[in-house]
């Protein structure tokens, strides 16, 4: 049985992101982005991280969705959908009557597909020019 809580450690986080391909992060960059993020969620099967999603935002109006990872063997089972879902209703829960929130993301490539499902849209369309990223910095 899948259970979600807001809690995961320094090991799991990083296994995770090894498990679908992405750099790990040292001790510090963990401690300050847990630390920082607006809002987590850890998908468990038992005490087996399997899935997560995080957000980060400026507590106005903005609101990014970053780190939405699957474990491979868990993928297909809906556990993205459900993190996903979660970070929807806590952007929802954020705002008050009248009020607006942006909610951005950087898609892996060929995830978009599952994205869109949440109404998020591929740039550029509108007024809205392309999406932009740095190069991955590193010492």
């Known amino acids: 049985m899948i259970t979600y809580k807001s809690e995961i450690t320094f090991e799991d986080y990083n296994n995770l992101r090894m498990l679908v391909g992405w750099n790990t992060i040292t001790k510090r960059q963990f401690d ?50 459900e993190v996903v879902s979660q970070f929807m209703k806590y952007a929802d829960d954020s705002i008050e009557s009248g009020e607006g929130i ?11 597909k599952f994205y869109e499902k949440f109404g998020f849209h591929i740039r550029p369309v509108g007024k809205e020019g392309a999406g932009m990223n740095l190069k991955y910095v590193k010492k």
């Open 32 to 81: 300050n982005a847990m630390k920082n993020s607006s809002f987590f969620t850890v998908a468990y099967d038992g005490d087996k991280a399997v899935g997560m999603s995080r957000g980060v935002g400026d507590g106005g109006y903005h609101l990014m969705l970053v780190d939405v990872i699957v474990h491979p063997d868990y993928q297909g089972q809906g556990i993205g959908r």
């Open 102 to 112: 942006s909610l951005t993301l950087l898609s892996a490539y060929g995830k978009e």
